[in-house]
């Protein structure tokens, strides 16, 4: 039972900076490991980033490793993607996910929010 909603998708040059947030509803937020997906129309899916629910362990996509960090604020029940020189190739509706007591190596995830667009002109 957990219920996921992504903010701060925006337009952004190519070059430029963006952070996506997501806020957890309930109580699980914590034990859970939070990933983030990726996808444009037309186009699979993409496993971008995950964090362990005590943030010791992280995963990045090699295609984002370097320029974007992942981070959780238990406290706040909320995951943030800090995404840093931002390409085209990077425009897609980013997703966040959950997953209790799930490795940061896996892709299946339980729960999912409705996403928020980033789009990146170049």
């Known amino acids: 039972q957990v219920q996921l909603v992504e903010s701060g998708g925006g337009l952004v040059q190519a070059g430029g900076s963006l952070r996506v947030s997501c806020a957890a509803s309930g109580s699980t937020f914590r034990r859970y490991t939070m990933g983030w997906f990726r996808q444009a129309p037309g186009k699979e899916r993409e496993y971008v980033s995950a964090?362990?629910?005590?943030?010791?362990?992280?995963y990045y996509a090699n295609s984002v490793k370097g320029r974007f960090t992942i981070s959780r604020d238990n406290t706040k029940n909320t995951v943030y993607l800090q995404m840093n020189n931002l390409k085209a190739e990077d425009t897609a509706g980013y997703y966040c996910?959950?997953?209790?007591?799930?490795?940061?190596?896996?892709?299946?995830?339980?729960?999912w929010g409705q996403g928020t667009q980033v789009t990146v002109s170049s």
């Open positions: 964090i362990s629910w005590d943030s010791f362990s992280t």
């Open positions: 996910a959950a997953r209790f007591r799930g490795g940061v190596e896996g892709t299946q995830y339980d729960y």
